[in-house]
């Protein structure tokens, strides 16, 4: 096969595509708390029609960061980033988010393995006991991180795979069985929730700042594109759209229909105060708001799914923790030491192992800080406002001068291509 077609086949654009697909789709996305958080309170219209906007504007934004790539020839986020803005030292712009979002995304996966536990276990995540799960999580990570990183890179694309088979056999069951909602209404007696107003500013604020943090798949995305043309990029980022937006708003879609009885279950419990304890809604206080999709399974009654999801979910979650800590490992152990030209240790900590592990301890303990604050704050809050900042300082630039230096850039080609 010609290698022009080969860059810009529909099969190496869909191999890429799936690199999005699979970052978008990990244990946050599962657990179905981001999505409700961002979308399914809003009803079940809205939770149709947003997902697919905001990834479409996600998959336009991409396109520019991976064209612009692709022209200049770069194949890692820092030359991209550097190039692009006015000034190269404003990369670091860049990098503030991409850090921030790694340490939420490992303190989220570590809120959710111990939210998972607690659910499995019957018991409310708070307190001690989330002190406690997270801690328990905590010495996983510690173990896999020294000793299993191999085995978790491993294991991790067919762990994607059955994380998002299971996913979807959830979408599905969730929505066939929506009939039994207003049973179980009558059966725990409890009222329905309402969904949040559907304003303009609320829904459209969601659908950007959802944008705006998934933003963190533009520097996996731009690696894997390296082999790529434009033209490649461009059916990537197409594919990428309609697997992420499509998958997204029948899940947002299923967890709408949920969303009344899981917010009204929640609700209740909290009325309650410490009169819930020993009741039946006792783990309710954090369950339906922690991992929305397990709860779900867990009111249909379907035993054999719970626990599969359940185990799943939690290793996605671990897989996470130990595939990000290990980057922050990769990234930021080489800047305790200093070698000269040759090769020389010239200053800093010589040893390579003490390097890493250090950065490995300093990132676990950001980490398991941030993890207290449970994985819906999480979400909501720390997610929130890093898609804001994103919204600023990767989705604007990429409108302002992404387009502008593409277009030069293309007309700089066709010229030379011409002479």
Same mark, same amino acid.
């Given at each position: 096969?010609?290698?022009?077609?080969?860059?810009?086949?529909?099969?190496?654009?869909?191999?890429?595509?799936?690199?999005?697909?699979?970052?978008?789709?990990?244990?946050?996305?599962?657990?179905?708390?981001?999505?409700?958080?961002?979308?399914?309170?809003?009803?079940?219209?809205?939770?149709?029609?947003?997902?697919?906007?905001?990834?479409?504007?996600?998959?336009?934004?991409?396109?520019?960061?991976?064209?612009?790539?692709?022209?200049?020839?770069?194949?890692?986020?820092?030359?991209?980033?550097?190039?692009?803005?006015?000034?190269? &030292?404003?990369?670091?712009?860049?990098?503030?988010?991409?850090?921030?979002?790694?340490?939420?995304?490992?303190?989220?996966?570590?809120?959710?393995?111990?939210?998972?536990?607690?659910?499995?276990?019957?018991?409310?995540?708070? +307190?001690?006991?989330?002190?406690?799960?997270?801690?328990?999580?905590?010495?996983?990570?510690?173990?896999?991180?020294?000793?299993?990183?191999?085995?978790?890179?491993?294991?991790?694309?067919?762990?994607?795979?059955?994380?998002?088979?299971?996913?979807?056999?959830?979408?599905?069951?969730?929505?066939?069985?929506?009939?039994?909602?207003?049973?179980?209404?009558?059966?725990?007696?409890? &009222?329905?929730?309402?969904?949040?107003?559907?304003?303009?500013?609320?829904?459209?604020?969601?659908?950007?700042?959802?944008?705006?943090?998934?933003?963190?798949?533009?520097?996996?995305?731009?690696?894997?594109?390296?082999?790529?043309?434009?033209?490649?990029?461009?059916?990537?980022?197409?594919?990428?759209?309609?697997?992420?937006?499509?998958?997204?708003?029948?899940?947002?879609?299923?967890?709408?229909?949920?969303?009344?009885?899981?917010?009204?279950?929640?609700?209740?419990?909290?009325?309650?105060?410490?009169?819930? #304890?020993?009741?039946?809604?006792?783990?309710?206080?954090?369950?339906?708001?922690?991992?929305?999709?397990?709860?779900?399974?867990?009111?249909?009654?379907? #035993?054999?799914?719970?626990?599969?999801?359940?185990?799943?979910?939690?290793?996605?979650?671990?897989?996470?923790?130990?595939?990000?800590?290990?980057?922050?490992?990769?990234?930021?152990?080489?800047?305790?030491? &200093?070698?000269?030209?040759?090769?020389?240790?010239?200053? +800093?900590?010589?040893?390579?192992?003490?390097?890493?592990?250090?950065?490995?301890?300093?990132?676990?303990?950001?980490?398991?800080?941030?993890?207290?604050?449970?994985?819906?704050?999480?979400?909501?809050?720390?997610?929130?406002?890093?898609?804001?900042?994103?919204?600023?300082?990767?989705?604007?630039?990429?409108?302002?001068?992404?387009?502008?230096?593409?277009?030069?850039?293309?007309?700089?080609?066709?010229?030379?291509?011409?002479?």
């Amino acid at each position: 096969m010609d290698n022009k077609i080969l860059k810009s086949s529909w099969a190496i654009a869909f191999t890429v595509a799936s690199i999005w697909f699979g970052t978008h789709v990990g244990g946050g996305f599962a657990s179905g708390n981001q999505v409700v958080g961002y979308f399914s309170q809003f009803g079940s219209l809205g939770s149709l029609l947003f997902p697919i906007i905001s990834m479409g504007l996600l998959a336009w934004i991409m396109s520019i960061y991976l064209k612009f790539a692709r022209l200049n020839g770069f194949d890692n986020y820092r030359d991209t980033f550097a190039a692009l803005y006015p000034s190269p &030292k404003m990369e670091f712009l860049f990098e503030i988010f991409y850090i921030i979002i790694i340490l939420a995304a490992v303190a989220a996966a570590v809120a959710g393995a111990g939210n998972v536990i607690a659910n499995f276990l019957g018991i409310s995540y708070v +307190g001690a006991a989330k002190t406690l799960l997270n801690l328990l999580v905590i010495a996983i990570l510690v173990l896999l991180s020294i000793f299993g990183v191999k085995l978790v890179a491993a294991a991790s694309t067919v762990l994607s795979v059955a994380i998002m088979i299971i996913t979807a056999l959830i979408v599905i069951f969730g929505i066939a069985k929506a009939g039994m909602i207003n049973n179980l209404l009558t059966e725990y007696g409890v &009222k329905a929730a309402e969904f949040h107003p559907q304003t303009a500013f609320s829904i459209f604020r969601a659908t950007l700042v959802y944008c705006g943090f998934q933003c963190v798949s533009i520097p996996p995305m731009i690696a894997a594109a390296n082999e790529m043309n434009v033209k490649g990029t461009n059916r990537a980022c197409f594919l990428g759209w309609l697997m992420n937006g499509i998958f997204l708003s029948i899940s947002a879609f299923m967890l709408a229909k949920w969303y009344p009885l899981l917010q009204g279950l929640q609700d209740h419990a909290l009325s309650l105060g410490d009169a819930v #304890k020993g009741t039946a809604f006792e783990h309710f206080t954090t369950a339906t708001s922690g991992i929305p999709n397990q709860t779900v399974l867990t009111l249909m009654g379907i #035993k054999w799914l719970t626990f599969i999801f359940s185990i799943l979910l939690f290793c996605a979650f671990v897989s996470t923790c130990v595939t990000l800590i290990y980057t922050m490992v990769q990234r930021f152990s080489p800047k305790l030491a &200093k070698f000269d030209e040759n090769g020389k240790h010239v200053g +800093g900590i010589k040893n390579e192992t003490l390097r890493r592990v250090i950065v490995a301890v300093v990132a676990i303990a950001l980490c398991f800080s941030i993890s207290l604050l449970g994985l819906k704050s999480i979400t909501t809050k720390v997610y929130g406002y890093m898609g804001y900042y994103s919204l600023i300082f990767v989705v604007l630039p990429g409108l302002i001068w992404g387009l502008s230096k593409n277009k030069k850039l293309e007309a700089e080609k066709k010229a030379a291509a011409a002479e």
